[in-house]
């Protein structure tokens, strides 16, 4: 049980495009669901908080209107990169709680989306 | 500053023995603590949680330990096998955030045969 889909895993793209990835807990019903993103070697960072029916939460640093995010069912979050750039290059990771667990619930991973941009 | 620190980037150890990692953190209160697995590639897979009133949590062959007078947890996989070969990664469930997680770095474990 538990799963999260992640889709695409892998985007090649040309710099200027916009990339959806969406990310879907598959088995279980997600209020919320959190957006990293992780360089090589590199832990990962956390980039916003999505949460069912209201704005995402975005953590310091990044842009809200460069990562647009859309939490618009239980199910399903989806990150779009928008006029994508060469330095937005990376692994994209969701992940979800099941609804009604906070501190006592793992998060459930899927299993990124490498983006390179050219 | 707040820091979540793991031990080493990198441990070697040879199949059979016990692996010991390491996380440290400094200016956080954590309600819980977490450990993940992460396959190159892959996203984290969750192995053991720890509340902070708790120990220790065992798991068949994994044992975490946490004490919040060090600001530290263990983490030990005994009788390792190369199929233990990962990067591991702590994190820190934080009271009155929503859930979000802080990460550590990781660090990568290599079982030699």
């Known amino acids: 049980g538990a799963v999260v889909s992640q889709h695409p895993s892998w985007v090649i793209c040309k710099s200027g495009t916009s990339v959806k990835i969406e990310c879907r807990s598959l088995d279980f019903q997600a209020t919320t669901m959190f957006w990293y993103r992780q360089f090589p070697k590199q832990s990962l960072m956390l980039m916003a908080t999505s949460n069912e029916g209201s704005k995402a939460t975005y953590e310091q640093g990044v842009e809200k209107d460069k990562f647009l995010i859309n939490h618009a069912s239980l199910t399903l979050s989806t990150l779009t990169v928008t006029s994508a750039h060469p330095e937005d290059s990376s692994f994209y990771i969701c992940s979800a709680r099941a609804t009604g667990g906070v501190g006592n619930q793992p998060q459930h991973f899927g299993d990124g989306t490498r983006l390179s941009i050219l | 500053s707040q820091k979540i620190e793991q031990n080493s980037e990198a441990l070697n150890i040879q199949e059979g023995k016990t692996a010991t990692l390491t996380c440290n953190y400094t200016?956080?209160?954590?309600?819980?603590l977490q450990w993940y697995r992460q396959d190159p590639g892959r996203g984290p897979v969750f192995l053991l949680l720890i509340r902070e009133n708790e120990k220790e949590k065992r798991k068949e062959r994994l044992k975490v330990t946490f004490d919040t007078t060090l600001k530290q947890s263990l983490f030990h996989i005994t009788a390792s096998q190369p199929a233990d070969s990962a990067t591991y990664l702590c994190a820190l469930d934080l009271y009155n955030q929503g859930g979000k997680l802080i990460f550590g770095q990781g660090t990568e474990l290599s079982v030699k045969p």
């Open positions: 200016n956080y209160s954590p309600a819980y």
